[in-house]
């Protein structure tokens, strides 16, 4: 997903001038749960910058049943390929919770942005400059066994979106699927469900039906282990 950038670090960047300048050109807009910002095949014609709230990025399977392919939160950037020619979404991206709040940027805003707010242009170039390196990590991923995958997965998600509880657990406040799990880490769902199982053992994960949480800190470090080892 070359036009999805996770925690790009852009809003981090700006000072609060900026920022408010910024909501003056290009207003806010605010969705609902379960309401679409985009579907596939929708022309991407905007850059999206999320400012809160929790959106699924998914894609309908045959018999019509989405796939999570990832969650996207506050500082999240949609639609890096927007000055392409024809560009199209190939997701969609639906609202997981209530006060889904997004800014906008067309062609046109984006020009009189780079005019009025040059810092703004710069660190959204830093931010795609950043989007490389996670594209080198996750084609490191791609090779990388499915426990080390499917932990990761795991693992960025308690830390994005996770509720911490006692003991070092974190709770996962998305409900997410074996299909979607097996989607996002690049596996099946019969894999998933047999690595669940190997981490459940271990004592790194808890829950079932979608309902999940992690013993965080142990399960990086596994990780860790295992690309060293690899």
């Excluded at 609202?95 to 062609?107: H, K, L, M, Y």
């Excluded at 190997?198 to 295992?226: F, S, W």
Aim: hydrophobic content about 40%; charged content about 25%.
């Amino acid at each position: 997903m070359s036009w999805f950038i996770p925690r790009a670090g852009f809003l981090e960047r700006l000072s609060d001038e900026e920022k408010m300048r910024l909501g003056q050109i290009c207003p806010p807009r605010t969705y609902n749960k379960d309401e679409a910002v985009f579907m596939t095949g929708d022309r991407c014609d905007e850059l999206t910058i999320v400012l809160d709230g929790m959106l699924k990025i998914v894609r309908q399977g045959p018999s019509g049943r989405e796939r999570i392919l990832h969650l996207s939160g506050p500082g999240d950037i949609l639609g890096a390929e927007f000055l392409e020619d024809e560009a199209t979404y190939k997701a969609d991206a639906v609202c997981a919770s209530d006060g889904v709040t997004t800014c906008p940027i067309n062609r046109e805003q984006f020009v009189q942005v780079a005019r009025e707010l040059p810092r703004v242009t710069l660190s959204l170039v830093g931010s795609l400059a950043a989007h490389l390196t996670h594209l080198e990590d996750q084609i490191e991923s791609a090779t990388a066994p499915v426990i080390v995958r499917l932990g990761r997965v795991l693992a960025w998600t308690a830390r994005r979106f996770g509720r911490e509880e006692p003991g070092g657990w974190v709770r996962l406040t998305s409900e997410l699927r074996q299909e979607d799990l097996a989607a996002m880490s690049g596996s099946t769902r019969v894999t998933v469900t047999h690595t669940l199982g190997q981490l459940r053992d271990l004592g790194l994960v808890e829950g079932t039906r979608g309902r999940y949480r992690v013993k965080l800190e142990a399960l990086e470090a596994m990780i860790e282990d295992l690309l060293w080892e690899s």
